[in-house]
């Protein structure tokens, strides 16, 4: 599965019940988020735990979703973004990799892994 590097996400920052397939994520995306269902962009949710993540898009044909597990670490906290939260595919790809983005006035910065472990352990 590739993504062209124009193809938009949108993460939704509230915890979300994973038991939502199609319909109940479409809903979310249409009514809370505001959005265009089958634009094509890639729509993200995370539940209470990060654990579990799921994303919802448009492919031309259908709608897919992709679901995610964690089995190590946690996908990263979407508190600090506003409700609906626009990023780029490749920040996606770090994101379901486990790394964290923090939103800085001057861009992003990334955070992955061992360095956010050193991080947490300065504080």
Do not use: W
Not at 31 to 45: K, W
């Amino acid at each position: 599965m590739f993504f062209s590097s124009q193809t938009e996400v949108y993460i939704y920052r509230e915890p979300v019940d994973m038991r939502k397939g199609h319909d109940g994520l479409a809903g979310i995306v249409e009514s809370e988020m505001n959005l265009e269902l089958l634009s094509g962009s890639i729509f993200l949710f995370v539940n209470k735990t990060r654990r579990l993540c799921k994303a919802i898009y448009f492919d031309g044909s259908g709608l897919v979703i992709i679901h995610k597990r964690m089995e190590v670490g946690s996908i990263m906290n979407f508190l600090a973004f506003g409700k609906v939260q626009k990023i780029t595919v490749s920040e996606l790809a770090l994101i379901l990799d486990g790394a964290s983005l923090r939103i800085q006035k001057r861009g992003r910065k990334y955070i992955h892994g061992e360095s956010k472990r050193r991080l947490k352990n300065k504080s």
